[in-house]
Nanobody
Framework: QVQLVESGGGLVQAGGALRLSCAGT????????MGWFRQAPGKDREFVAG????????SYADSVKGRFTISRDNDKNIMYLYMADLNVEDTAAYSC???????????????????WGQGTQVTVSS
């Protein structure tokens, strides 16, 4: 099973940018579709972005499309989420996870993912 650790969160002003990293251990990291989710206080966890095992197929939530970019480097067992033009609604705890579905299928539901990381907090100030 893959173990995941997120990093890169922090406090940023509205309009700023951050890059989150998700480092994985385990030889199967490069074989799995992966995803980023976020959860704000008092709200349900929501899908942010996902990508296939190779990174060739990506999917984004409408709320982040055009602002966020997901990518991966399987040689280094790392996945990234570059977030630009951040706004206060992006404030949340961001977590990465490995999909249990087909490696080319990007699910948007959390139940299709396991091996969750501990999360990294992103706070956007106005």
């Amino acid at each position: 099973q893959v173990q995941l650790v997120e990093s890169g969160g922090g406090l940023v002003q509205a309009g700023g940018a951050l890059r989150l990293s998700c480092a994985g251990t385990g030889r199967t990291f490069g074989e799995k579709a992966m995803g980023w989710f976020r959860q704000a206080p008092g709200k349900d966890r929501e899908f942010v972005a996902g990508l296939s095992w190779s990174g060739a197929i990506t999917s984004y939530a409408d709320s982040v499309k055009g602002r966020f970019t997901i990518s991966r480097d399987n040689d280094k067992n790392i996945m990234y989420l570059y977030m630009a033009d951040l706004n206060v609604e992006d404030t949340a705890a961001y977590s990465c996870a490995a999909s249990t579905r087909n490696r080319n299928y990007i699910s948007r539901v959390a139940i299709d993912y396991n091996s969750w990381g501990q999360g990294t907090q992103v706070t956007v100030s106005s």
